[in-house]
């Protein structure tokens, strides 16, 4: 193991060690989290020391607290008691051992399972004038001294050690299924002849980064000209969790100088590609969990297991792709404005699986 990850509390009676900070959803199981806390017990005042997990949605600034406006809503949480030794006995594994010995004899070792039904961490970005901390889902192991495992008073930060960690989802193998594929045939005022616009992508799963080719075929049987093909790139993200919030940001929109005469036909494929740092200014746009101000990425799609409740799920992310054509005398064709030849396809971004996953 390269890096272990740790946190003392402010009184030095604690210190909370992880081998990692990363644990994936593979959609069935979620990667279990081992770690060890090395208590002293002679600066614990006869107090207990706990262990706790906890998966909140954070709406709004800290500093709303300290007017009633509650900040954090625990979507799920797990405590466990350490010390004095309680029912909690894991059984030991590679990870613990190795952080047992970086934690000495005061070290204690525990595991937590995460439930597959909680969502994964997304990071809303920020607006360039947001101060703290920012809105979404994440996920916290915080270890603590206190007489009961749940306290309702505020506890004192020298008697907590806390380390944000992720929950992530890898793209799924490949299934050699064919990408998505949408197609429209319109018809125009004072024109007796349609339009036929197709679009399809290559495959049905996309990495972040990577270049994603539109094919798009166009039969114009009209008297007018297509001037440029828009494609544009829109995420869509439902928080369904504390109010039926939902809006649509776009992410990319990117016009191509194509044109298609008169009773004529176009195939190509057009190459776009999304990327947040494309989009660092828009506020509420849903990232891929993030720690500390370390590189992220758009949000990935949300991917459910069958009979999930989508509103212990806190954020669901999706994207599409729309294909529209423009087109001469103005933008009109026939009285209609040209975004009515449009077409749209379901896009899924994630991130590849790791060697070792």
Known sequence: MSKVYKKTSGNGALTLYLGKRDYVDHVQNVDPIEGVVKIDPADLGGKKVFVQLACAFRYGREDLDVIGLSFRKDIWFKHLQLYPAADHKPTLTPMHDCLLKKAGEQGHAFTFDIPVNLPCSVTL??????????????????????????????????????????????????TGAPGPKADICKSFMMSDKPVHLEASLDKEIYYHGDPINVNVKVKNETTKTVTKIKVTVD?????????????????????FGETIDANSTFDKSLTIIPLLADNKEKRGLALDG???????????????????????LGILVSYKIKVNLMVSSGGLLGGLTASDVQVELPLILMNPKPQDV
């Open 235 to 255: 995420q869509t993200t439902d928080v369904v969790l504390y109010s039926a919030d939902k809006y649509t940001k776009t992410v990319l929109c990117q016009e």
């Open 290 to 312: 993030r720690l500390k101000d370390e590189d992220t990425n758009l949000a990935s799609n949300t991917i459910m297991r069958d009979g999930m409740d989508k509103e212990v």
């Open 125 to 174: 970005q920020p607006g360039p004038d947001d101060a703290g901390k920012a809105c979404g889902v994440d996920f916290e192991v915080k270890t603590y001294i206190s007489d009961v495992a749940d306290p309702e008073e505020q506890l004192d930060k020298k008697d907590t050690a806390r380390l944000i960690v992720r929950k992530i989802q890898f793209a799924p193998d490949a």
